[in-house]
């Protein structure tokens, strides 16, 4: 199976990405696919359907070596859980999946057919394998269990925003060079504190919380940093209580 395109975010690396797709609705990618596949007919009756299941590639997890059991980070890293019975990256394939809401389609002169979609959870330049509309009768299962998912389900959203303040001209230059080039790179660098247009090279300075910025450069939610700190806890509570 080979990649036909690839989707580019504002992602440069796996920091502040949220774990699942859909979580931070505000987050925007675009879709760039490669000839033959961008052309204008093979999109023909897609904007009649609101959301996209996307198939992609975890292309900086491939591993040769095939492990049956993995530690999800959502049980504090000390339980093993089935490879199939988690969402982790690193699967026999590395294919991973995810629901998108399809808001633009631009055909281009350079680059063919544009999707733009927002709920996105991968890195720029991530490897795109498939695009299928998604069929709300058969594909939502309101009964559905998501066994220790369940208990995180309105913990993630405390997390995976980042509100990045700039100032208005900043703003302008940045969707003037994305309308330019829908390729564009911006360039979140949160050790920094910065944000930078590629284009431009232009950069500007942003604030954040401490603790959120702890919590989005290890992928941490609220329930992820109290796991994480479960001995330190438990030390303090038994000295507390003598």
């Known amino acids: 199976m080979k990649a036909i395109g690839k989707i580019y975010t504002d992602f440069p690396e796996k920091f502040g990405i949220p774990r699942q797709s859909g979580l931070v609705k505000q987050l925007e990618g675009r879709i760039i696919l490669d000839p033959p596949y961008n052309v204008k007919e093979a999109f023909d009756g897609i904007e009649e359907y609101s959301y996209l299941w ?13 492990s049956p059991t993995v530690r999800p980070p959502k ?14 990256p690193f699967r026999p394939n590395n294919i991973g999946l995810s629901c998108v809401k399809l808001e633009n ?16 959870d991968m890195k720029n330049g991530t490897p795109i394998y498939d695009i299928k509309p998604y069929i709300a009768y058969a594909d939502c299962k309101p009964d559905a269990k998501s066994s220790f998912a369940d208990i995180h389900k309105n913990n993630e959203l405390n997390n995976f925003v980042l509100p990045v303040v700039v100032t208005e001209g900043f703003l302008q230059e940045l969707f003037d060079s994305i309308f330019a080039d829908p390729k564009m790179e911006v360039e979140v660098n949160l050790p920094e ?3 930078t247009n590629k284009a431009t090279g232009k950069s500007e300075h942003f604030e954040i919380n401490a603790y959120k910025k702890l919590c989005l450069m290890n992928g941490l ?12 806890i438990e030390e303090w509570e038994n000295k507390a209580s003598k």
């Open 54 to 66: 996307i198939l992609w590639q975890f292309s900086e997890c491939i591993k040769s070596d095939f």
């Open 75 to 88: 049980l504090g890293g000390e339980k093993r859980k089935g490879v199939f019975a988690t969402r982790s």
């Open 105 to 120: 389609v631009t055909h281009t002169k350079e680059y063919g057919t544009v999707l733009t979609v927002s709920g996105i």
């Open 193 to 195: 504190q910065t944000i």
């Open 221 to 232: 939610d609220d329930i992820d940093f109290l796991l994480s700190n479960k001995n330190k």
